[in-house]
Each structure stands twice: as structure tokens, then as C-alpha cells.
């Protein structure tokens, strides 16, 4: 079973910059979430799809980032403009439902740089 | 106060010994609990979950939950140099909406 894809893996741009990543969740996989993890600690929600539908983005800084996951399969996060403070790894990791929870795999993450 | 707390360590044990990994968390709408490893660098992989009370065994692995004291950990029998790493603790709700502490940082002497 293939893991969860992202891409780029290194992305380097400078602030007011636009950014977007791509993610491609395990197959078969309903949730689909991108999360930020800044140096040092845990990773932050930003956004979780179920399908192709919104359940929780209440983290997402709706001013600068979006998301959208097109025919509830690859998903792209888009930060404009970028803030040096966006400097973080991102992400993905889709989820399978199983019982009461929902089991999650990460993908290798992007890690952004903003000068 | 962060919904999920950890020692964020580092914790350093001797090669052989037991690790010991605290977690607690102030949601009581968090009905399972994931443990992850995180190497320098990569991404979060995960060990166990467990969202009954009492203990889950797997293989050098145990997480243990108490949810009227809001506590889980993670025991790691005879631990080994390839467990130096950082622990992540998450909290999920019924939504599937998860919340993690910082980790704790786990280094396993020779």
C-alpha cells in the first residue's frame, strides 16, 4: 500500500510570496488533514476533509491560507502572502475510520522557509 | 494551558531499561489517544492507540489510560538506541478532530 504523498518536499520563498502544496492521501482513505509543525513542537490542525467536505478548519488563518480537496481525493493548502512566521513543516495525513476512531498516516511533510 | 500536555524531557534512560511517557489532557471529549514516534527530520509514526481504560500490549509497547484522572502513557520495555526520538501524544475526538502536546524527547543510552 503506497503512503500518503506530498509535495515539494523544500519550498523557499520570501514574505508576500505565494505557496502551494499538494497532497495525495493513502488510497481508499475518507479524512484527509494538514496540520503545521513548527520547530520544536507538536503538529497543529489546520484544516480536516472528510470526502471532499470541510469538517473542522477553525485553525486555518482563513486571511492567508486556504484549502480544498477536489473530488474528495488530492488535496493543496495555499498560503498568500506568506508571513515569516509560516516558516513550519506542513503536513498531510489521511485518515481511516475504524471503530470508534480514526487511525491517521502522515506523509514525508513540506518543510517552508520564508526570508 | 495547551488541551494536551507533555514533558517535553529530555528523558534519558539506559539501553535495557524501561521508558516511561506521560501524557494528560483536559478535553474529556477526546475518546482515543494516539502515541507517535518522530525522528529529527521526519514525519510522526505512529506506535498504538487505545481508548479504553486499563492497558494495551503491543509488543515492547504499553499504553495505559485512566480517564478520570486525564492521563495516558506509553511504557517501552528494554529500550534501544533506535527509540531515541520524540514522543508525540494526541488526543481525538468523535469528530476525529486531533490534538497533539509538544512531545517529549526520548534518549536511549548505549
Known amino acids: 500500500e503506497a503512503g500518503v504523498a506530498q509535495s515539494p518536499r523544500y519550498k523557499i520563498i520570501e514574505k508576500r510570496q505565494s505557496v502551494a502544496f499538494w497532497c495525495n492521501p493513502i488510497s481508499g482513505h475518507a479524512t484527509l488533514y494538514w496540520y503545521q509543525q513548527i520547530l520544536g513542537q507538536g503538529p497543529k490542525l489546520l484544516i480536516q476533509f472528510q470526502n471532499n467536505g470541510v469538517v473542522d478548519d477553525s485553525q486555518l488563518p482563513k486571511d492567508r491560507f486556504s484549502a480544498e480537496r477536489l473530488k474528495g481525493v488530492d488535496s493543496t493548502l495555499k498560503i498568500q502572502p506568506a508571513k515569516l512566521e509560516d516558516s513550519a513543516v506542513y503536513l498531510c495525513?489521511?485518515?481511516?475510520?475504524?471503530?470508534?476512531?480514526?487511525?491517521?498516516?502522515f506523509g514525508p511533510g513540506t518543510r517552508l522557509t520564508v526570508l | 494551558q495547551k488541551e494536551v500536555e507533555q514533558n517535553s524531557g529530555p528523558l534519558s534512560v539506559p539501553e535495557g531499561a524501561i521508558a516511561s511517557l506521560n501524557c494528560t489532557y483536559s478535553?474529556?471529549?477526546?475518546?482515543?489517544f494516539f502515541w507517535y514516534r518522530q525522528y529529527s527530520g521526519k514525519s510522526p509514526e505512529l506506535i498504538m492507540f487505545i481508548y479504553s481504560n486499563g492497558d494495551k500490549e503491543d509488543g515492547r509497547f504499553t499504553a495505559q489510560l485512566n480517564k478520570a484522572s486525564q492521563y495516558v502513557s506509553l511504557l517501552i520495555r528494554d529500550s534501544q538506541p533506535s527509540d531515541s526520538a520524540t514522543y508525540l501524544c494526541?488526543?481525538?475526538?468523535?469528530?476525529?478532530?486531533?490534538?497533539f502536546g509538544d512531545g517529549t524527547t526520548l534518549t536511549v543510552k548505549p
Open positions: 495525513a489521511s485518515g481511516r475510520t475504524s471503530g470508534i476512531t480514526d487511525t491517521q498516516y
Open positions: 478535553d474529556r471529549g477526546s475518546q482515543s
Open positions: 494526541a488526543g481525538n475526538t468523535n469528530a476525529g478532530k486531533s490534538t
